[in-house]
């Protein structure tokens, strides 16, 4: 089973606007270098690796709103239950 992040309307990753999979990154593979020189092609890589970079600032920039959206939610909650439960007095009778 593939894992795919949920969409958020309005923000898309850096890599222009694909969602960079686990998966494609495990199984991305480079163009081995022309005649005379040894190993991959170092732009294609470079290239890959800013993408790379690019999806992870993204995704972390996303966790850390969730964070906040999160912690605002539970602020706003504890408020409310403190509004609204019963005190002791309510508890034990009293009125």
Known sequence: MVHRPPS????LPVSGGRVL??????????RLVG?????????????FLD????DLA????????LREQNA???????SWQSRHAPTARDLAGYR
Not at 21 to 30: I, N
Not at 51 to 54: K, L, N
Request: charged content about 30%; aromatic content about 10%; glycine content about 10%.
């Open 8 to 11: 958020v309307p309005g923000r």
């Open 35 to 47: 005649f005379g020189r040894r190993g991959v092609d170092p732009e294609e890589v470079a290239a």
């Open 58 to 65: 993204w995704a972390y920039g996303e966790v850390a709103s």
């Open 21 to 30: 999979w686990p998966s494609q990154v495990r199984s991305q593979r480079f």
């Open 72 to 78: 605002r939610i539970k602020d706003a909650l504890r």
């Open 51 to 54: 993408r790379v970079a690019g």
